[in-house]
């Protein structure tokens, strides 16, 4: 699971207490941080609440698979992905979706100076 980090200010509270001391009791090993998002090939330049639980034994996340010369970002992931129009779904990736918009909002967009995709 993962969730922003102000989670963790909740770590000495009862509701996050006991969230861990019922995956202990249900036999799960328990472990959480705050990892940094770039470190691990992740486009967000944020840190993220990691917990893990496994019933097979202790867990750790894995050490940082990547350092500052090498983060990944947002046009890494997204560059090579073929163009899609509203409302549709990339034949090759199930998970390249484009939100349906009204014409209104199409018309908003391609109006933002800001934005160069149209």
Partial sequence: MENV???LKFKQSPVF?????NLEKQGYFV???I???PDYGIPQKRKRLVLLASK????SLVPPTHTLKDYVTVRDTIEKLE???SGETSKKDFFH???KLSPLNLKRIKRNPFLLIF
């Avoid at 097979?56 to 867990?59: A, D, E, M």
């Fill in 35 to 37: 990892i940094y998002a």
């Fill in 97 to 99: 979706k484009a939100a």
């Fill in 56 to 59: 097979y034994g202790n867990i």
């Fill in 17 to 21: 207490q006991t969230f861990i001391t």
């Fill in 31 to 33: 472990w959480h941080d």
């Fill in 5 to 7: 980090p102000q989670l």
């Fill in 83 to 85: 163009k899609i129009e």
